[in-house]
């Protein structure tokens, strides 16, 4: 569980207007930075989610801050995803959210949209962020998140089994039916216990990666509704039905008794996913003696590959801060030091900023996902409105419907009818 280590005395939710005038009063203190001094420093916490690779990277630069930062102390904690999402929904619901928070896309508009996070425009530094990222900071034309790292998907495939088997190195224009050809030709050659790809269907952002190459999208701009007819969800959770009755994709049986990536466990040929999920996964094929490579995802229109840069995490002040101007100066040193960038490395995913792009070390792994983002760079197109509320909760349930398609225990037809029936609950109930 997410532990609370630090509890303010006194909340009290920031304006944009009041988060300006605490910073003005506070700079008024001194050039120097925020009151606090090494005898008896201000104290903010920042709370994140990863694994423990992650920590000890994150607590390397913290510790960083804290020396050349002697007056204010930072009071980190970290969980898993799920752990940490749920601590943060009640914490949220109990206005006791860390000053600095990790924040995920898909929850921008449930956090922001109910006031709890500190407008940010002109109070964290915003001019060296590369072009596009700062599109997906903001809510109702607002600034009130900066990315840390960026991604967009890609298919991610093992090279080697690729060419062993006399597949084609896909580029941009590669259909989905030309991938469920490549895996059906691959499954029955890599032998027992290996497939050629997954079954993409049950993953509610490759569906919206498919709409959008048709102009479409899975929210409606204003986020309170889908986007998208029952009719072209079936249609959806369908491209993969032959591949699932002919054995060419691992069966559900298998997939949830999975604690690892199918990559991982050499189990898989190819997926579609975060393209900075290839560097961490890489090492570890490497040591089975394979090589992952990524390209373009396949597409139903070779000029629209429904690409844009996604935020893969993004940095939050919390509205209830009291030390707006602390949280801030952390944030731009995590963000923007020289000697912080190398220390984080590409763990977040590639660097948002230029200068993080300048001073980050990059392994061929994490080259090679940078490589991947220039060759698609023409195709990457604007993107999304930050998604609802409920779409945590739309997923999981986009997920568990699919699964019963999986098992035969409803068509496509009838797990359509009944995602509408449940996603439209949960949107109303966050109107």
Known sequence: MIRHPHRLRRRSLLTGASAAAV?????????????????????????WWGDETRADLTNQVIDLFQQKNE??????????????????????????????FQMDYSRLRQFGGAGMLLP???????????????????????????????????????????????????????TWEQYGADIATLTPALGEGKWGGGDWAGQYHFMELWL??????FYTEDGKALNFTKEQLAEWWATTADLYAAGNVPPVETTIEWTEDGLVQDALASEIGWDNFMPGFSPTVAENGG????????????????????PSMQLVISGTTEQPEAAAKF???FLGDPEAIAILGTNRGIPATNTGLENVELDEYAQAVLDYEASVSEYLTTPPPAPPAAT??????????YQQVQYAAMTTTEAADLFFTEAETLLASEQ
């Open 23 to 47: 910073l003005a009063a506070a700079a008024a203190c001194g050039d120097d930075g925020p009151a606090g001094t090494a005898d008896d420093p201000i104290e903010i916490s920042f709370e």
């Open 392 to 401: 945590g909760a739309i997923e999981v349930k986009f997920g568990e419907i």
């Open 291 to 310: 090589t992952l490579a990524l390209a373009a995802p396949p597409s139903l229109d070779p000029g629209n590959l429904g690409l844009y840069l996604k």
């Open 120 to 174: 940010l425009e002109g109070v964290v530094k915003t001019d060296d962020f590369r072009e596009g990222f700062l599109d997906t900071a903001k809510l109702d034309g607002q600034l009130i998140a900066v990315p840390a790292a960026g991604n967009t998907l890609g298919l991610i495939y093992r090279s080697d089994w690729f060419e062993q088997h006399g597949i084609a190195t896909p580029a941009p224009g590669y």
């Open 331 to 333: 944030i731009d040193f």
């Open 212 to 217: 959008r190459q048709q102009g479409g999208s």
């Open 71 to 100: 007056g204010i102390k930072v009071k980190a904690n970290f969980a898993d995803f799920p752990t940490y999402w749920e601590g943060m929904a009640g914490r949220m619901a109990s206005r006791d959210l860390p000053d600095v």
